[in-house]
């Protein structure tokens, strides 16, 4: 065990993470670069946005943008392809999971957490789907979660979004399909990132989620990263429409 797969498929293909600062974000940017594709990604967190870039070198690309606000995403992403070359894998990972008691959401908190965890995938997708259509083809993965269809008694909003990620990939996938532009989800189960374990991984909350798993190893960043490397890469050829479920058989 410890010996993962390659693809020759995303080798020197652009490639854009949105939220690829920290957690699984980073992960993202760290197996594309892996698998020899030309990273680009964007994030809020300008430190340790650039602390990523640098580490991992050329020809990896970096801005911190506000992905609540349309035209600078947009604006970005057209940089990016500029730097990079055309835009063919996308990856809509960006989202705030912060716990809310749904009693007490606001018409405002709503509609801000839709801002992060819904519309971006739309407004990213849109934008890179003429540089894809050119190509003749590609990959878009929109990050969802089980959240989805299990629920969360404190994530009402990000629950609401990710189950409209699900339905946006449907939509998505059969509007492009006949460009060759494949659209699926990925639905992780609880991943454990520095902010969970910082937030929210308490020994009652582990055993919880371990009583309920069938697999009773952590789900790490890496193990998404892998799972959207396979959904973008040539080898899920004719997956598109799909909600790949990566949660150590907890659903």
Known sequence: M????SYPSLKGRT?????????IGAAFVQAFNSQGGRVAFVD?????????????GAPVWFRR??????QALQAAIRDAAEALGPITVLINSVANDTRQVAAEVTPEVWRKTLAVNLDPAFIAATAVFPMMKTAGGGAIVNVSSINATTGHA???????DKGAINALTKSLAHA???????VNALSPGWVITPRQTEL???????AEWTRLAALKDRIMPDDIARAALFLASDDSRMMTGQNLVVDAGRT
């Open 15 to 23: 490639v854009f993470v949105t939220g690829g600062a920290t957690g």
């Open 44 to 56: 809020l967190n300008e430190a340790a946005g650039q602390g990523l870039a640098a580490e991992l």
């Open 176 to 182: 492009w399909g006949a460009d060759r532009i494949r």
């Open 2 to 5: 410890g010996e993962f797969a």
């Open 154 to 160: 404190d994530l009402a909003a990000y629950s609401a």
């Open 65 to 70: 943008c506000d992905v609540t606000d349309p």
């Open 200 to 206: 929210w991984l308490t020994p009652q909350a582990e």
